[in-house]
């Protein structure tokens, strides 16, 4: 009985640790979160080099101390700002395009989903152009993290253009890459014209272009 | 007869003095550009926060009070190397354009001119690029410069191709704007497919895509 007691007790105990662990970890997933979307907000607007454990601290009023025990170092935290701000990606870009309709519907709302993300998800515009900009001639873990990642972009465009042909929204010759290729600069060009010249067309001037690139894609 | 030797040494003295400042002006005018290629193959790399007095002076192998004497502060080094690549874009990519034929010949010599210049001229790739990138969050007056030298490239764009319907080569009622912006568009994915992906077929995707912008601006 004792034992059973104890037993119990002990149980009830263990729930209540796992309970407790289950809160700290949640709420130490939580903090890492909104401290994630932080620095993924530092990042769009100075890039990844003006990024610091230091800086962060000031910008979320959190120690350094602290900040470091989640991260580690520098380079920890660059890497989780870039996987973290990819996560966010897919959730706001992608995932919702893969709801819309197969073929061009899906081509359509995954540009559109793009300019939104470009022009109002972060105070500093896309986060993955500007650090395409940054890293590319800066060799290491971070730039290879990006370029799988930009690498997974393009080659969703060519994926869903592809669909696009097996529905027969697009001409069964289009080369996929090409046309990723070709919508990923009106991209770019659609975030130099709104970012740096501040150019109130660029949204015109982009869907104008990308009308274009699907007209090609037709055929005729 | 005195006054006449006085005047003649005057004048010898004084063409000796113009001499002299002018070698001292060319040769100060020769360390200076020299200073700036180097400044923009800095910038090229690491971008225009990177590019410090002190850094260039460990690159150059001269004095931080020598670099001083010629830019006074970061600031007006960051301006006159914004400015000294301006200056070569225009040498290396634009006035080889405009002995080109008018109309579509002058705007292909134009993007491949342009390609060049993105792949060989500078080691990390068009400083332009790279700066737009850096500084559309970085109010001031080297954005301002960007901006102004950006808008002037893509103006340049839009004369040409408005140069090329003149000629009867581009449909009659292509919109000049566009067309930049949609050029604009395949230099910045080349760039992007270059320099980050190190994508060997960067080239010919964008050939053909620039070729797709020219079909669609010669009309039907």
Redesign the interface.
């Known amino acids: 009985m004792s034992q059973e007691i104890s037993d119990r007790g002990c149980d009830f105990k263990s729930t209540n640790e796992r309970a407790t662990l289950r809160y700290v970890i949640t709420k130490g997933a939580e903090t890492r979160a909104a401290i994630l979307d932080e620095a993924v907000l530092v990042v769009?607007?100075?890039?990844f080099?003006?990024l610091t454990i230091g800086q962060l601290a000031e910008q979320t009023q959190m120690s350094k101390s602290g900040l470091f025990a989640h991260f580690k170092s520098k380079e920890q935290l660059q890497l989780d700002t870039l996987e973290h701000a990819r996560r966010r990606f897919v959730d706001l870009v992608v995932r919702p395009a893969l709801s819309a309709e197969r073929g061009e519907p899906r081509v359509r709302t995954l540009f559109e989903g793009w300019l939104e993300w470009a022009s109002n998800s972060l105070?500093?515009?896309c986060i993955f152009?500007?650090a395409?900009?940054?890293?590319?001639?800066?060799p290491g873990e971070l730039?290879d993290a990006?370029?799988r990642s930009?690498?997974d972009w393009l080659e969703l465009l060519a994926t869903v253009a592809r669909a696009a042909v097996a529905e027969g929204h697009f001409s069964s010759d289009l080369?996929a890459?090409?046309f990723a290729?070709?919508v990923?600069?009106?991209?770019?060009?659609?975030h130099?014209?709104r970012?740096?010249?501040r150019d109130e067309?660029a949204g015109m001037?982009?869907r104008?272009?990308f009308d274009?690139?699907l007209v090609?894609a037709r055929g005729t």
Chains 1, 2 share one sequence.
């Open positions: 769009s607007r100075v890039g080099s003006d105070d500093g515009g152009v500007a395409s900009a940054e890293l590319d001639d800066r730039r990006l370029v930009e690498t080369d890459e090409q290729f070709q990923h600069g009106v991209m770019l060009a659609y130099h014209a970012r740096l010249l067309a001037r982009a104008t272009a274009a690139v090609a």
